[in-house]
Nanobody
Framework: QLQASGGGLVQAGGSLRLSCAAS????????MAWFRQGPGKEREFVAA???????YYADSVKGRFTISRDNAKNMVYLQMNSLKSEDTAVYYC?????????????????WGQGTLVTVSS
């Protein structure tokens, strides 16, 4: 199971750090990712970190967001800086074993419940 937390209300230009706690099994061999779904939008890829710690980002967040993982703690993080109103969304963490295709949500086997991030302008 995955449990996302850390969402909240923040002003534009501010920062938030999301956390994803994995339990029930180790996810050290899994690729981990964050997706988000904004109001009236489809869910979209945000960032991924592979089991080997390579990272991938959507163009819309590149340079502002940083994904990281701590396998010893079975945790994944998303540091979000310079937040914009368009970052407002429910953020989901996810995990998969199948390599590559990090932005394809259909390949992710495990999903957290989501945490809401609201950025006020």
């Amino acid at each position: 199971q995955l449990q996302a937390s850390g969402g909240g209300l923040v002003q534009a230009g501010g920062s938030l750090r999301l956390s994803c706690a994995a339990s029930g099994r180790t996810f050290s061999s899994h690729d981990m990712a964050w997706f988000r779904q904004g109001p009236g939008k489809e869910r979209e890829f945000v960032a991924a970190v592979t089991w080997s710690r390579s990272t991938y980002y959507a163009d819309s967040v590149k340079g502002r967001f940083t994904i990281s993982r701590d396998n010893a703690k079975n945790m994944v993080y998303l540091q979000m800086n310079s937040l914009k109103s368009e970052d407002t969304a429910v953020y989901y963490c996810a995990a998969k074993l199948q390599p590559n295709s990090y932005a394809n949500e259909r390949l992710y086997n495990y999903w957290g419940q989501g945490t809401l991030v609201t950025v006020s302008s």
